[in-house]
C-alpha cells in the first residue's frame, strides 16, 4: 500500500543525516512560494485507508489493513570542521544533508496528515459500533417479543388440543380465537380448524424468529469485524505516532540552530549559491543580489543575528526575490489581522527591520536602547519613544531563541515553517562546502 510505504520511507530518511561535505550538487533553480500559500512538497503519493460499511441483515464488511509501523533509530548528524585563518579545524554546529532534511520534514508532515486520516476513521469506526450495538439490541427486543408470542401461541395449542380431548363430544363450546369457524357441529371439524389457525401462525411467527435471529448473527458478526478493525486502526495511529514523535524529534535536534550569533557563511558562498540556481529576481533600484547579501551580512553583524539564516528566511518569504521591489522581505505585516504588508523605503531598511525582529524573537533581553540602530519606523512607528516602547513590550520576545521554534505562532503560523527555512540553510552550508 503506497502510504504505508510512506511512513516506512520516513524511518529510513531518518538515518540519511550525513555531513554537509558530501551534500547536494548545485541545486537547480526553484522559486518558493511565501508561507502563506506554500504547502510541503510532498514525495510520496498516500491514499487513506477505505472505510468500513455496515448493513443490517445483509451486512458486508470491508476491512482495510492499516499501515504498519516501524521504529526508527537514534541518528546523530555528524558533525562538519570549518578552518580557522590558522588553519587549524574547529568544531562547528552539526549540518545534516539538506535533501535527508527536507524528505524527513516532508514526511513528517505527511504522517501528521496521516494521523489526522486514522483519527477520523477511528472515530468512525467507534461510531459504527455504537451503531451496531443499538442495532443489535433493537433487534435482540423484537426477537424477544417474538419469542414470547411464539411461546403462548404454543401454550394455547396445548390447551386447547387437551380442551378438545376432553370435550370432543360438545363442539358448542369452542374457543373464541378460532377465526373463521362456522357452523361446527362435531370436534372433529373444530380440531381440524384449529390446527390449520395454529400452524398458520405458528410456522409465521417462526419465520420472523428466524429472521430475526439471522439479522442478530450477522449484526454480531459485523460488530466483531468492526472491533478488529477499529483495533488495527488504533495499533496503527499509535505506532504512526511513536514514530513521528521521534521523527520530529529528528528535525529538531537538528534544526536547533541558534538565531543570534556570527555568520558561518561568506557573503561570497551565499552569492555563488545563489548564482548558481539562476533563480531571476527583481529588487528595487536595481541591487543585485550580491548587494543585498552585504546588507544583509552587516545587518547582522550589528545585531548579531545570523544573516545566512535571515537570508534563507527571505527566500522562502519572497519566493527566492522574484518581485521584491518593496523591500519587505520577511513577510512582515502579512497576517490575517494586519493591515497588509508595509514597505520599506530603502532595501537597508527592510533588512533592518528584519534583523531587529528576529533579534526580538531570539533575544529576551533585546532592548531598544541596546539596539544597533533605533527600531524601525516602518514597523514600530516614527515616534522614538513609542517604538522603543513597542519595541521593550514586543509579545513574542525570547520566544525562538533557535530556528527550530519558529512556525506555530512564531514570526508565521505555519507549523512547518522553521523546516523550509532550515532547508534551504543546510542547500547554502553543502553548496558552500562542496566549492570551498
Known amino acids: 500500500m503506497p502510504w504505508a510505504r510512506a511512513v516506512l520511507v520516513g524511518a529510513l530518511v531518518a538515518c540519511s543525516f550525513i555531513p554537509a561535505g558530501s551534500a547536494l550538487a548545485d541545486e537547480?533553480?526553484?522559486?518558493?512560494?511565501?508561507?502563506?500559500?506554500?504547502?510541503?512538497?510532498?514525495?510520496?503519493?498516500?491514499t487513506p485507508p477505505s472505510t468500513t460499511t455496515t448493513t443490517t441483515t445483509?451486512?458486508?464488511?470491508?476491512?482495510?489493513?492499516?499501515?504498519?509501523?516501524?521504529?526508527?533509530?537514534?541518528?546523530?548528524?555528524a558533525s562538519t570542521t570549518t578552518p580557522t585563518a590558522a588553519g587549524a579545524p574547529?568544531?562547528?554546529?552539526?549540518?545534516?544533508?539538506?535533501?535527508?532534511?527536507?524528505?524527513?520534514?516532508?514526511?513528517?508532515?505527511?504522517?501528521?496528515?496521516?494521523?489526522?486520516?486514522?483519527?477520523?476513521?477511528?472515530?468512525?469506526?467507534?461510531?459504527?459500533?455504537?451503531?451496531?450495538a443499538t442495532e443489535i439490541t433493537t433487534t435482540q427486543q423484537k426477537l424477544a417479543v417474538i419469542r414470547s408470542a411464539l411461546k403462548r401461541l404454543q401454550q394455547i395449542v396445548?390447551?386447547?388440543?387437551?380442551?378438545?380431548?376432553?370435550?370432543?363430544?360438545?363442539?358448542s363450546t369452542a374457543v373464541v380465537d378460532i377465526q373463521r369457524v362456522q357452523d361446527i357441529s362435531v370436534g372433529a371439524k373444530y380440531a381440524e380448524s384449529a390446527t390449520h389457525s395454529d400452524a398458520t401462525q405458528i410456522g409465521a411467527l417462526s419465520r420472523v424468529s428466524s429472521q430475526l435471529d439471522s439479522a442478530r448473527k450477522q449484526?454480531?458478526?459485523?460488530?466483531?469485524?468492526?472491533?478488529?478493525?477499529?483495533?488495527?486502526?488504533?495499533?496503527?495511529?499509535?505506532?504512526?505516532?511513536?514514530?513521528?514523535?521521534?521523527?520530529?524529534?529528528?528535525l529538531d535536534e537538528a534544526g536547533a540552530i541558534s538565531v543570534m550569533g556570527d555568520a558561518e557563511l561568506t557573503a561570497a558562498e551565499i552569492t555563488a549559491w545563489f548564482d548558481a540556481r539562476n533563480a531571476p529576481y527583481?529588487?528595487?533600484?536595481?541591487?543585485?543580489?550580491?548587494?543585498?547579501?552585504?546588507?544583509?551580512?552587516?545587518?547582522?553583524?550589528?545585531?548579531?543575528?545570523?544573516?545566512?539564516?535571515?537570508?534563507?528566511?527571505?527566500?522562502?518569504?519572497?519566493?527566492?526575490?522574484?518581485?521584491?521591489?518593496d523591500n519587505n522581505y520577511a513577510g512582515i505585516g502579512a497576517c490575517d489581522s494586519c493591515q497588509g504588508e508595509p514597505a520599506f523605503p530603502t532595501p537597508r531598511d527592510g533588512v533592518r527591520g528584519q534583523i531587529q525582529m528576529l533579534r526580538n524573537y531570539a533575544d529576551p533581553k533585546s532592548?531598544?536602547?541596546?539596539?544597533?540602530?533605533?527600531?524601525?519606523?516602518?514597523?514600530?512607528?516614527?515616534?522614538?519613544?513609542?517604538?522603543?516602547?513597542a519595541y521593550d513590550t514586543f509579545f513574542g520576545k525570547g520566544a525562538a531563541p533557535t530556528w527550530n521554534a519558529m512556525g506555530n505562532g512564531n514570526w508565521a503560523t505555519d507549523p512547518g515553517y522553521?523546516?523550509?527555512?532550515?532547508?534551504?540553510?543546510?542547500?547554502?552550508?553543502?553548496?558552500a562546502a562542496k566549492h570551498s
Not at 527583481?282 to 543585485?288: E, W
Not at 532592548?367 to 516602547?389: E, F
Open 367 to 389: 532592548r531598544a536602547a541596546n539596539l544597533a540602530n533605533p527600531p524601525s519606523p516602518t514597523i514600530y512607528g516614527n515616534d522614538p519613544v513609542a517604538a522603543a516602547a
Open 58 to 77: 445483509t451486512t458486508t464488511t470491508t476491512t482495510t489493513t492499516p499501515p504498519t509501523t516501524s521504529t526508527t533509530p537514534t541518528s546523530t548528524p
Open 219 to 250: 449484526l454480531d458478526s459485523a460488530r466483531s469485524q468492526q472491533q478488529v478493525q477499529k483495533d488495527r486502526l488504533e495499533s496503527a495511529k499509535a505506532g504512526l505516532e511513536s514514530l513521528t514523535a521521534h521523527q520530529k524529534k529528528l
Open 28 to 46: 537547480p533553480p526553484t522559486t518558493t512560494t511565501p508561507p502563506t500559500t506554500t504547502t510541503p512538497p510532498s514525495t510520496t503519493t498516500t
Open 158 to 171: 396445548r390447551d386447547r388440543a387437551a380442551y378438545i380431548y376432553r370435550h370432543a363430544d360438545t363442539p
Open 282 to 325: 527583481r529588487l528595487s533600484g536595481g541591487i543585485s543580489i550580491g548587494d543585498l547579501v552585504q546588507i544583509y551580512m552587516e545587518e547582522g553583524k550589528a545585531e548579531h543575528v545570523r544573516p545566512e539564516l535571515a537570508f534563507a528566511q527571505s527566500i522562502i518569504e519572497t519566493g527566492s526575490f522574484g518581485d521584491a521591489t
Open 418 to 431: 522553521a523546516q523550509k527555512v532550515l532547508i534551504v540553510y543546510f542547500q547554502m552550508v553543502s553548496f
Open 90 to 132: 574547529t568544531p562547528t554546529t552539526p549540518k545534516p544533508d539538506p535533501d535527508a532534511y527536507a524528505a524527513l520534514a516532508n514526511q513528517v508532515a505527511e504522517n501528521e496528515a496521516l494521523l489526522t486520516q486514522l483519527s477520523a476513521q477511528a472515530a468512525q469506526a467507534t461510531q459504527r459500533l455504537g451503531g451496531l
